[in-house]
């Protein structure tokens, strides 16, 4: 491998471009109209223009991003996550252009990303699934059966579906028909696939899914879990490992499971394998055939690179590491910082970055894909930048992660920064008990403190480059409400700006 294209944008194609200098691979990258004067593009040794700023214009046209390797001299082909990672049609072109496609064959993630097809067979290896029906029989007569068999709540799912679209719970079986035609109609426009399974419908399951890699010598190890049931929309926004929930009994049961299922599934590269978990039970969910977004936890606890891994695998390489090598050391906790508004259901915040600092310090990573005075384009999951944190505990990587919050800056368009922050001084989160409805349950109606009146600060020179990332509290201000960090535009004891709500 002598010259690899990233097949994608922001934070990731800018992670896979460093893994590629490490190991002296030339980069090049693909980019839209929108993304001219991105990160990437500018990091890469050779870049091309896909066209217009849509993702079905320029980064999901396949045989765009083709041509632009074979223009590049590209032998490979990394697809990040999002996008064409998941694209089975896509691996298989790669392979027959002779392109080397850094992830799992193209007949490993079309049989994985059939949700009917992969319960069938985990089920057959024995791996534990939610009770439900995942048949192939479809008529509404059957289905309704099935549906009285389970009981309620129930969830129905297109087989097909992804990104958590595709799903509608069931409360009440008369509704089940309605609901039914319902599911098939979105499946059907969303997928073009409108089969659907059943299952029961787990009360306050968490989120815990296990890192695993296979290699193309057969073998399959876990890089152990993420604990990820913090999410808003059914999309993850803090991901901490080791899981506060997790028992060495359980631990080992479910990380004994996730390599059951990554052998029965024939996986190579990396994968993740998701499980909803209740008191002692767990329920496999499905195998997400790429990298995930959160894989830097990982990362953060094995000492390990997963993008290296990924291309050592690609290369035909052995996994680096044997299972007994793989050791969980340490805590570490990732947020994902987003240009929305938390206060406002989490509609996307577009604009400028006119301010933009990253926080940095002692176990503290950060992965982003902008810089200052980039716009954000309309077309993309709007997240900015991930920070990740690592202590020798989970109380120490909290600390960190809200200190970095709390000197990061990102002004111009409204971030979840504060929403974050304040997740972590909630004493349920401190606690450890999580739940996939955490958020919906705790923090509806969440407002922000005070708003951060930008104009101020700026001419405050509070933002000038070696300032705090706000006016530090007067002596004997800030702090009061125990978690502002002398942050005095988040304390609760008075000190306002005239704009304040
Ligand atoms: P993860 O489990 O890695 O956190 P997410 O569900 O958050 O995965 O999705 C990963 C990324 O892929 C996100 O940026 C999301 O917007 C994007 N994504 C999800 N589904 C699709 C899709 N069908 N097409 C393009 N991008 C997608
Ligand atoms: P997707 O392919 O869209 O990611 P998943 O099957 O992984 O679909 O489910 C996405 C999310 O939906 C899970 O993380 C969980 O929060 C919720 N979910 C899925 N199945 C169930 C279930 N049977 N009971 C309760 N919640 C579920
Ligand atoms: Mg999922």
Not at 96 to 105: H, M, Q, S
Not at 293 to 313: F, N, R
Not at 486 to 497: E, I, T, V
Request: hydrophobic share 40%; charged share 20%.
């Amino acid at each position: 491998m002598q010259r690899l294209l990233i097949a994608n944008r922001g934070e990731i194609a800018v992670r896979v471009i460093r893994a590629c200098r490490e190991l002296g691979i030339s980069p090049v990258a693909v980019y839209s109209d929108a993304d001219r004067d991105a990160p990437h593009v500018r990091l890469a040794d050779a870049a091309v223009c896909l066209g217009p700023g849509p993702a079905s214009e320029s980064y999901l046209r396949s045989e765009l991003v083709l041509e632009a390797a074979r223009s590049l001299g590209a032998d490979a082909v990394h697809p990040g996550y999002g996008f064409l990672s998941e694209n089975a049609a896509f691996a298989d072109a790669c392979a027959a252009a002779k392109i080397t496609f850094v992830g799992p064959p193209g007949n490993v993630i079309r049989a994985l990303g059939d949700k009917i097809g992969a319960k069938n067979t985990m089920q057959a290896a024995g791996v534990p699934c939610v009770p439900g029906y995942n048949g192939d029989g479809q008529a509404d007569d059957l289905l309704q059966a099935e549906a009285q068999k389970i009981g309620t709540p129930l969830l129905i799912k297109a087989s097909a579906g992804g990104g958590g679209r595709g799903m509608r719970r069931v409360d009440t079986l008369t509704d089940f028909l309605p609901q039914l035609a319902e599911a098939r109609r979105e499946a059907k426009a969303a997928f073009g696939d409108d089969r659907v399974l059943l299952e029961k419908y787990v009360l306050k399951p968490r989120h815990i899914e296990f890192q695993i890699f296979g290699d193309t010598h057969g073998n399959v190890v876990h890089l152990f879990e993420r604990e990820c049931s913090i999410q808003r929309r059914h999309q993850k926004i803090l991901e901490e490992s080791p899981s506060p929930a997790l028992t060495p009994t359980l631990r080992a049961q479910m990380a004994a499971a996730a390599v059951l299922a990554g052998k029965a599934a024939g996986y190579v590269g990396a994968g993740t394998v998701e499980f909803l978990v209740s008191g002692d039970s767990f329920y496999f969910l499905e195998v997400n055939t790429r990298l995930q977004v959160e894989h830097p936890v990982t990362e953060s606890i094995t000492g390990t690179d997963l993008v290296a891994w990924q291309i050592a695998v690609a290369r035909g390489e052995p996994l680096p590491l044997t299972q007994e090598q793989i050791q969980s050391r340490g805590h570490c906790i990732e947020a994902r910082i987003y240009a929305e508004d938390p206060a406002t259901g989490f509609l996307p915040s577009l604009g400028t970055l006119r301010r933009w600092r990253e926080p940095s310090g002692p176990g503290i990573r950060v992965d982003s894909g902008y810089t200052e005075g980039m716009e954000i384009p309309p077309f993309y999951d709007p997240m900015l930048a991930k920070v990740i944190a690592y202590g020798p505990d989970r109380a120490a990587a909290l600390a960190r992660l809200d200190l970095a919050l709390s000197e990061f800056v990102a002004l111009g368009v409204t971030t979840n920064i504060e929403y974050l922050r304040t997740i972590l001084a909630d004493t349920a989160f401190i606690a450890g008990e999580l739940h996939t409805g955490f958020l919906p349950e705790r923090f509806t109606g969440w407002k922000p403190n005070a708003e951060i009146p930008e104009e101020v600060l700026i001419a405050l020179g509070a933002l000038s480059p070696l300032a705090p990332a706000y006016p530090l509290a007067p002596a004997g201000l800030g702090n009061t409400n125990g978690n502002t960090n002398g942050n005095a535009w988040l304390a609760s004891d008075g000190w306002r700006n005239a704009k304040s709500s």
